[in-house]
């Protein structure tokens, strides 16, 4: 009954002109930034920071929900239609929806994603409405030494789940911890590698991290690739919609998606690129009609589009449960938070329930302006395709020039962005995941400050830290997933499974 | 030829990497107060990088195949580093509006524009726009620069 009575709540915020106003600019911006390839919804709240700073937190976050989930939307359009995914989370999505498109099924693709977009964002919303509430009320209990080892948990995840290499992840889980502690140590005073450089004081902000990292990176990157950007876009024959029998068939993807991706978003540092990879997997195996996988199953749609979807409302539980970021975009928005002076977790229930229950309210009502968007309106959001290329990617850089500058108004800041995105294109060439990075930005801090109390607690013993029951239990699942991918592998190769071991290559945005 | 093994480079420069760090963090000066010097995680972070640059080495070494890369088109990549380089160093010294203009003119013209006339009148407007839209929607201030707005 208090969960109904504070979701009531929760709509009467939502519902108000301003925050309406607010979620509809979300949810277009998202699709438009999904249909888009090569910017991300990371990149886009960034980009979006110093345009919310005059707003009140509750539309700022508001904007940031419709954005989220209107980037998992639009990146399957691109991926139906021109077999570039706007996102990574729907690069599985191209396989069978490209496929379909050709033998002129777009529209029955397009219905079948927009349909499981609706029917997975709505299910994880309410998993999330549940989870995040029982995860608030076991979280009070929780110390330092036990978000300490959470928060490896989720470096753990993140690390062993993205990529192509393992030290390649490992090193840029660890540049991310390192940038992370850059500046004064808020413990003790003390300056941490800044190397005299005064500017470096007050740290490296993670959305200079992620617009230098995701924004520029995407520049050099266009700019380097240019010869190779000739695309062939398939058109949409038909209406927007299925027959009965590729609805009936889409059905229990859609479930099954949805479950699938809310468990493995809620889990700190697994991706909705993960769930939809493990969707596509399971899809195939579940499916009477194994022969058309590849050639244009509705299924390996249907299933990965809602299991992507339904991810990023899993990705909102640690981030509003706990605090802890477990995605490129969560940590984005836990910045976010940071800057309005709030932080996420048990507490911002009960001293701000206006702001998570309008957030929880205003993803329903996302839900299905996204619905009403993509399915009828699936043609204008085509039309974004028409942009120039070089006109997009010069007004990112612009954007992403106002955007570094507004946040401190700091010369030095836009060295820094430029610096750093030089090392993004260096890194997404040479295979290095960018996404654990971005994580380790905002993981770093934390960690050395919960790592630091809880040594306080046990005396400065660190096997009793770590041998605490809870940290214990939550390390060990940090060394499952160390081990998983060498598992995943080991099991791929021995069995001839290369769906298997793409499993372990992707990179979690 | 391993000596051009990109994934070689990369373990070199983790390893120089790797050494800045822990130099930055055993040179934290630690004051005494708090059960762990806040020069412990930098250096352990430091440690464990170098440890990764041995695995990158060795992994190498033992004929892990290198990353398929593109060939790069120098000349648009090239000059689009050094546009975005000046654009951004420009920024405060000459405005939000003159570095940026000049820097969406460059670019057009980097990538494949060759109308000039078009190009400085878009991109005139489009910053003009982005102008009204920050300092005089939003109330964000921008560099002016020699400019009196």
Known sequence: MELINSLLGGFATALTPANLLYAGIGVLLGTAIGVLPGIGPALTISLLLPLTFKLDPVGAFIMFGGIYYGAMYGGSTTSILVNAPGESASVVTAIDGYEMAKRGRAGAALATSAIGSFVAGTLATIGLMVFATILVEQAVKLGPPELFAIMIVALSAVTSLSGTSAPKSVFATLLGLGLGLVGLDNQTGQLRLTYGINELEEGIDVVLGAIGLFALSEVFWYAATLRSQAEHRESIKGPVWMTRKEFSRSVPSWLRGSGIGFFIGALPGAGATIASFISYAVEKRVSKHKAEFGKGAIEGVAGPEAANNAAAGGHLVPLLGLGIPGSGTTAVMLAAFQIYGLQPGPLLFTTRPDLVWGLIASLYLANVMLLVLNLPLVGIWVKLLDIPKPLLFAGITVISGIGVYSLNRNAFDLVVVFVLGVIGFLMKRYDYPLGPVILGIVLGPLIDNNFRRGMIMTDGNVLALLTRPGTAVILAIALFFLVLPFAIRLYGRARGRSDLAMLTETEVG | ?149
């Open chain 2, 1 to 149: 030829m391993t000596s051009r093994n990109p994934d070689l480079v990369g373990a070199a420069l983790v390893a120089v990497l790797a050494l800045v760090t822990i130099a930055g963090g055993v040179t934290t000066p630690d004051p005494g107060f708090g059960v762990v010097s806040p020069a412990v995680l930098p250096t352990i972070i430091g440690v464990l990088m170098l440890v990764t640059a041995a695995w990158l080495a060795v992994d190498a070494l033992r004929g892990t195949p290198p990353p398929v890369t593109e060939p790069i088109d120098r000349r648009p990549f090239g000059y689009t580093v050094v546009a975005t380089a000046a654009f951004l160093f420009a920024f405060v010294p000459l405005g939000f509006i003159i570095s940026a203009t000049a820097f969406l003119i460059a670019q057009a013209r980097i990538l494949g524009s060759h109308d000039l006339l078009r190009d400085s009148i878009a991109s005139l407007l489009f910053i003009a726009g982005l102008y009204l839209l920050f300092v005089q929607g939003l109330t964000i201030a921008l560099p002016k620069g020699p400019l009196p707005f």
